[in-house]
Nanobody
Framework: QVHLVESGGGLVQAGTSLRLACAAS????????MGWFRQAPGEEREFVAA????????YTADSIKGRFAISGDNDKKTVYLQMNNLSPEDTAVYYC???????????????WGQGTRVTVSS
């Protein structure tokens, strides 16, 4: 079993930055992939970014390229999401996910965190 704990959400103003973190514990494995999804009120869960902690390879949604960046620390089994130039459209609950593949499909992730809320005011 893998346990994921997100942190770093909050209320910020448009144009500012925020960094989310997600720490994994438990039975993590070699080619361990961690990613971020988000779900805005009344919307479906949307892929944001994912990476392999062991190889460093990553995959980022086109909609947030240039503003958001994913990074990770394999020793700490922690992944980060740096979010810059935030807009009200980024308001959502951000979920950390973990699994065996760097992918954009939520069904490919086996473990999920509780989510951290990000609210961007205009």
């Amino acid at each position: 079993q893998v346990h994921l704990v997100e942190s770093g959400g909050g209320l910020v103003q448009a144009g500012t930055s925020l960094r989310l973190a997600c720490a994994a514990s438990g039975r993590t494995f070699g080619n361990f992939a961690m990613g971020w999804f988000r779900q805005a009120p009344g919307e479906e869960r949307e892929f944001v970014a994912a990476m392999s902690l062991s190889s460093g390879g990553s995959y980022t949604a086109d909609s947030i390229k240039g503003r958001f960046a994913i990074s990770g620390d394999n020793d700490k089994k922690t992944v980060y999401l740096q979010m810059n130039n935030l807009s009200p459209e980024d308001t959502a609950v951000y979920y950390c996910a973990a699994g065996g593949a760097v992918a954009g499909m939520s069904s490919l992730y086996d473990y999920w965190g509780q989510g951290t809320r990000v609210t961007v005011s205009s």
